[in-house]
């Protein structure tokens, strides 16, 4: 795609979130953007699915950066893209190739990642509070009062979001500071559960 038109998909998009009636919905499907740089583009609500976006940047560095909140991105193609700190929050990414991704510090909350393949996808600190898993490199555990998500490296209970071996130190004390003595009464409970889960049936890398 040609960088002129996609700056004026990109403009009339942003008029359509404003509520502006001369702009309209992004509609990227199947688009080519094979090392775009989209780091300050505002995709909430867009149509990218099955777009090529391998290796582009979607960094979100501040505020005015990237957003792909509630974007359809089923069956896109991010093969070692840039989405460190983006927002993807419930962004259906069912089927999509993230493979090599930098997911690092992105916003996961509430995305749909079935079936998509995150291999080799890096999630260092991501948001992934009731994220539906690929129940590969990222597996979900429904439990009563929080939905537990893990990877290789962290799990994520509620907002918390710390790696296993931080977890399986905390104490009591640390607990009842993440959300009162619900959250310990949930940890005594459940914690063994979630660790033999995740002893039996780890995340892949």
């Known amino acids: 795609m040609k960088a002129e038109e996609l ?6 998009h942003k008029l359509w979130i404003d509520g502006d009636l001369s702009g309209s919905r992004a509609n990227l499907s199947g688009a080519y953007l094979y090392c775009a740089n989209l780091s300050g583009a505002n995709l909430y609500r867009a149509d990218l699915s099955g777009a090529n976006l391998s290796d582009a940047n979607l960094y979100r560095a501040n505020p005015s950066g990237a957003n792909l909140s509630d974007a359809n991105l089923r069956g896109a193609y991010l093969y070692c893209a840039n989405l460190s700190g983006a927002n993807l929050s419930g962004a259906s990414l069912s089927g999509a190739n993230l493979r090599g ?3 690092s510090n992105a ?4 995305a749909s990642l079935s079936n998509a393949n995150l291999s080799g996808a890096y999630l260092y600190c991501a948001n992934l ?3 539906s898993g690929n129940m590969r490199q990222i597996k979900t555990i429904s439990l009563e009062t929080y939905h537990v998500t ?3 490296d962290i799990i994520q209970i509620g907002c918390e979001n710390h790696s296993i071996e931080e977890w399986r130190l905390f104490s009591d004390e640390r607990i009842i500071k993440m959300d009162g003595k ?10 063994d559960f979630i660790f033999s889960a995740i002893e039996l ?3 892949e890398s």
Request: charged share 30%; net charge positive; glycine share 4%.
């Open 7 to 12: 700056k004026e998909i990109l403009r009339l």
């Open 101 to 103: 991704a930098n997911l």
């Open 107 to 110: 916003n996961l909350r509430g």
């Open 129 to 131: 509070r009731n994220a």
């Open 150 to 152: 893990y990877t290789k």
């Open 182 to 191: 619900r959250a310990l009464s949930f940890w005594r409970k459940h914690k």
């Open 201 to 203: 049936s780890p995340a």
